[in-house]
């Protein structure tokens, strides 16, 4: 079945722990994002990337990075974790940056302790 | 700064029509998504606007007026599924994402 998929599920994690959560996705999109969600806030952006080889910066970036070296895989990595960090994380792809529709993944619930 | 209101929450009744209203104010419009979420579940697309006008997708409907930054989902023919979040995002000038923060809508039979 096409669509992405988000490692792990849930996780709990002791403050300054490093973390990878993982995204695959076998659609050959080409862009792809990372989003966390929080109560009562809207989905913010944290990184994305328009193509294979290429990343960027979004909205609330700090504490977080990416890697972008195939199509398929969009790993986001907290160094250092720290509790703002407990969150909802959803992966998301689309065929292409700008004005398309979103695909997202299950979403992975971390808890930073 | 860029702004989406949508109300936090609604409430219905199974079988009635409910309306969701989302506003924005946004540097530049290049299309508005309405997506639905059920609880603990992941976002799924439910439409785009892009002109002027509504339109229908089965007992769903978006409209749009970009004169006024307003858009609005309807469901028709509420049913117990219906219950879910659902999230206004806009198109900026950038061609970014601006998320409102959802609207949780109960069903009640």
């Known amino acids: 079945i096409a669509g992405i998929t988000q490692a792990p599920t849930s996780q709990i994690l002791a403050a300054g722990r490093r973390m990878t959560l993982r995204c695959t996705q076998d659609m050959r999109h080409n862009a792809m994002y990372w989003y966390r969600q929080d109560l009562g806030l809207g989905l913010r952006l944290i990184h994305y990337s328009n193509t294979a080889g290429t990343t960027g910066k979004g909205e609330v970036p700090d504490g977080y990075s990416v890697s972008r070296a195939n199509t398929d895989d969009f790993p986001l990595t907290l160094a250092s974790a720290v509790p703002s960090q407990t969150s909802v994380y959803f992966c998301a792809s689309s065929d292409a940056a700008g004005a398309n529709v979103l695909t997202f993944g299950a979403g992975s619930r971390l808890t930073v302790l | 700064g860029q702004n989406i209101d949508q109300p936090t929450e609604m409430t219905a009744t199974e079988g009635a029509i409910v309306q969701i209203n989302c506003t924005y104010q946004t540097s530049g419009f290049n299309g508005l998504f309405w997506y639905q979420q059920h609880a603990g579940e992941a976002p799924t697309f439910l439409s785009y606007n892009v002109l002027d006008g509504l339109e229908e997708k089965g007992r769903f409907s978006s409209f749009l007026s970009r004169s006024k930054g307003y858009s609005y989902l309807l469901l028709k023919e509420l049913q117990m599924k219906d219950s879910a979040s659902y999230l206004c995002?806009?198109?900026?000038?950038?061609?970014?994402?601006?998320w409102g923060a959802g609207t949780k809508l109960i069903i009640k039979p």
């Open positions: 995002a806009v198109v900026d000038s950038n061609y970014q994402l601006i």
